[in-house]
């Protein structure tokens, strides 16, 4: 398996899986295939056009609310160029009960798309597990996607569309105050604190603000490379014995 599958992998994309890519295939000028026609094969679908929107905008929009909920409100009316090719919004999951720790996850999965809600399905169960394993759950932490529409195919975003969703995040940390973030997977791993995920995993950092920030490995590889745990079982201990001091 090749680095940049190894990285997908990491990041939880389970679709674009494999030693061989298996594409979509589609026929040139939308026709039915025949026989002499040429056809053509995408693996990643094409990256969504950029709504005329600033990031000024984006900004703008994302330092108005001074709650959670009216944050994420804003953010369920944004007009970010994701949100036409997605089935649901994404928002953050607020703590009912927060203890400090925010976890900041890749894109939305499929299962989030269908449900509007971040860290469901397979990867979502093995996440309340580590959490459990660990003395938490969902009601003492805040999640948050670091984009809030699935890309379309589940491909890694692109920069302006980082760039757009970007505002609302720290608006995000801002307003919950983490005194520790985890991250899941290889994109929020690099935006968040400029970690390469597939070489510095369980790295601990620190932001300017002061918070510590862990970067862990996506629940979906987990699920595909059950002997990961155990490195990922180490980290989230020396999560819990940190926020002890802290």
Not at 71 to 95: K, W
Request: hydrophobic letters at 45%.
């Amino acid at each position: 398996m090749n680095e940049m599958l190894k990285d997908l992998l990491a990041a939880g994309v389970k679709w674009e899986l494999g030693d061989t890519a298996i594409g979509f295939l589609s026929d040139v000028g939308g026709q039915p295939p025949a026989p002499a026609r040429t056809k053509v094969f995408s693996v990643v679908p094409p990256v969504s056009p950029i709504a005329p929107v600033s990031i000024e905008t984006a900004r703008a929009c994302a330092a108005r609310p001074t709650t959670t909920c009216a944050l994420n409100r804003m953010i369920s009316e944004f007009n970010h160029p994701l949100r036409a090719g997605a089935t649901n919004v994404v928002l953050p999951h607020v703590a009912d009960n927060p203890n400090g720790i925010l976890i900041i996850t890749d894109i939305p999965s499929s299962e989030d798309d269908a449900s509007g809600k971040i860290l469901s399905g397979g990867a979502g169960e093995l996440l309340d597990k580590m959490l459990n394993a660990i003395g938490m759950s969902r009601e003492n932490v805040h999640i948050s996607p670091i984009v809030f529409w699935r890309t379309p195919g589940g491909r890694t975003p692109a920069r302006g569309e980082l760039d757009l969703s970007r505002p609302f995040l720290d608006r995000f940390i801002e307003l919950t105050e983490p005194r520790i973030i985890i991250t899941l997977g290889t994109v929020a791993a690099a935006e968040i604190c400029g970690v390469d995920l597939m070489k510095q995993f369980g790295a601990e950092t620190n932001l300017d603000s002061g918070v510590h920030v862990f970067s862990i490995y996506h629940p979906n590889y987990l699920i595909l490379k059950p002997a990961a745990k155990a490195s990922v079982w180490t980290v989230l201990q020396n999560v819990q014995n940190l926020l002890k001091s802290l």
